[in-house]
């Protein structure tokens, strides 16, 4: 955990313009040359600085350790006049280091805890960014040669002092040797979630997915034909397809039964086809078989991936390690397993079963029987002619038909190779001409868009935290209950979120990409 608090300032030109770090090679160590202002005191001034270019990382005294600039940014605190030295540091020392300046007591000297504090502070930082104290701590004045921190400029032993104590700060480590797929989770196994429930986890975000109850309990079955956990997969296509809304830059669209980017190897590609959801789904599973297992086809079974030859075969065979391969993201399978989590935690309350009861007979007057004339059926047509821009999927949606049965009924014809004037057999069911009961229609709690506009983070209270407990309830990161206070359990939902829509911004702060993207899957 780290010693130094959080406090950062707004974003401003001179203090704060939120430029991105290129790398972190050193420490600069400062001093206020402020005698007698406090950490916070810093924090109030940097915070509506203009006019001049100024700032740094975290201010140390006494009390407490404040981090005023997020880490990841550039300040204003070490280009200032001619290098002299630090060469690792050119051509800009500001896009190159972290900047720590040491409080002054009133007399001028620095106080023992903040000497201590800065100490840690340096540690935990040469900890994270693999720095060597004696090498990689350097004073604003070896970068410069201005007169900071002065009293070490003065006295060159302190500083070599202070380095040597961060120095004692780390003890060695034994080093253990680890298994790197200690942990991990196996693609093969069995599936643990019913098909209704993993379709119901979808309907939640987007009732409107296409063919989603045959989808999902296609991935149980074929999952189950070939060993590979199928209720894993379908998250693994619910992050493909953005919950089978295909939109997110994809150009994959639902009548491709694409449900994996197969085949999409850069931004704009339409990627792999398939005629039914069937292969559509067996092509997925038949692609995790070939990273997970190095064993031949089941029995029976046709090759349906057209990329299963590209596969190193058995090279992957958990989830974790399909990171930087099926995706070129270090912690895609990790995203996989999150959602994975979230399904297993999604409340759903499986149907019961309707059972008749028989009432016992009551002796009534027998009652006059009325003629009933039943209604005439209507039988759909038997065939269909195709026309232009008709594909499977259209026809089979005009005729209240899935995609599979279609293709059964024409085994001969391939979905993307029909032509205008072809001959699509149907089938033929009689149906009542009895109008249908109108279902009453079902209101649903709505959840508003977040529209406040300031960075929420542990803490934090109000109307604006509480509208984002409730959106968060309602993407199914679970905060608890929804109190309008920012608490360890919110923190944790943020989090979880963050590690599955914005991996590179996980840190527990609802900032505006985080509200971005909530608000997104909110549509």
């Not at 540091?89 to 805890?113: Q, R, T």
């Not at 840690?120 to 350097?138: H, R, S, W």
């Not at 596969?311 to 994975?340: C, F, Q």
Request: glycine residues 8%; contains cysteine; proline residues 7%.
């Amino acid at each position: 955990m780290a010693i130094w608090k959080d406090k950062f300032i707004k974003p401003n030109k001179y203090s704060r313009p939120q430029t991105k770090l290129t790398a972190v090679r050193k420490i600069v160590m400062h001093w206020t040359a402020n005698f007698g202002a406090t950490a916070n005191g810093h924090y109030n001034y940097f915070n509506t600085l203009s006019g001049r270019y100024a700032s740094a990382h975290l201010f140390v005294d006494k009390i407490e350790a404040l981090c005023i600039v997020p880490l990841n940014e550039i300040t204003y605190h070490a280009n200032d006049g001619t290098y002299k030295g630090v060469p690792e540091l050119k051509p800009n020392a500001n896009f190159l280091s972290i900047g720590i300046e040491l409080c002054v007591e009133k007399d001028g000297s620095f106080h023992p805890d903040t000497l201590k504090r800065a100490m840690q502070v340096a540690f935990e930082l040469c900890e994270i960014y693999k720095l060597d104290p004696l090498t990689d701590i350097v004073r604003h004045y070896d970068v410069t040669h201005k007169s900071c921190p002065s009293p070490w400029v003065q006295n060159a032993s302190l500083f070599t002092g202070f380095k040597n104590d961060v120095k004692k700060l780390a003890t060695p480590k034994p080093v253990v040797a680890v298994d790197p797929h200690k942990n991990h989770s196996a693609i093969a196994g069995k599936s643990v979630v019913q098909y209704d429930k993993m379709a119901s986890f979808v309907k939640s975000i987007n009732p409107k997915a296409v063919d989603i109850d045959a989808i999902a309990k296609a991935f149980v079955t074929v999952g189950e034909k070939y060993g590979i956990r199928g209720d894993v997969a379908f998250c693994q296509a619910i992050i493909e397809t953005s919950w089978f809304k295909f939109d997110g830059g994809t150009a994959v669209t639902p009548d491709q039964h694409n449900y994996c980017g197969m085949g999409v190897t850069q931004k704009g590609l339409k990627g792999s086809s398939f005629a039914t959801v069937s292969e559509g789904v067996t092509g997925h599973i038949q692609h995790l078989f070939g990273y997970a297992s190095k064993a031949v086809l089941p029995t029976g079974e046709k090759l349906l991936d057209p990329r299963f030859h590209l596969v190193t075969r058995g090279i992957a065979p958990h989830w974790e390690d399909l990171s930087n391969r099926w995706a070129m993201n270090a912690d895609y399978g990790k995203h996989i397993l999150a959602l994975y989590k979230q399904l297993g935690e999604f409340k759903y309350v499986a149907p019961k079963p309707v059972v008749a009861v028989v009432a016992k007979p009551t002796p009534a007057p027998a009652p006059v029987a009325k003629p009933v004339v039943a209604p005439k059926p209507v039988a759909k047509p038997k065939s269909h002619t195709v026309k232009q821009g008709e594909t499977f999927y259209s026809i089979s949606k005009k005729y209240g038909m899935t995609s599979d049965e279609l293709q059964k009924l024409n085994p001969r014809v391939k979905s993307g190779e029909l032509q205008i004037g072809d001959v699509i057999h149907l089938i033929s069911i009689p149906v009542s001409v009895a109008p249908k009961p109108k279902p009453k229609p079902v209101t649903k709690p709505t959840i508003k868009k977040l529209s406040f506009h300031r960075t929420l983070a542990k803490g934090s209270k109000g109307n604006d935290v509480k509208a984002l407990q409730e959106a968060l309830n309602k993407l199914n990161f679970k905060v608890g209950i929804v109190d309008g206070s920012f608490g360890s359990k919110t923190e944790d939902a943020v989090m979880r979120f963050q590690k599955v829509y914005l991996s590179g911004e996980v840190d527990g702060l609802a900032g505006k990409n985080t509200i971005s993207k909530i608000n997104n899957l909110l549509k």
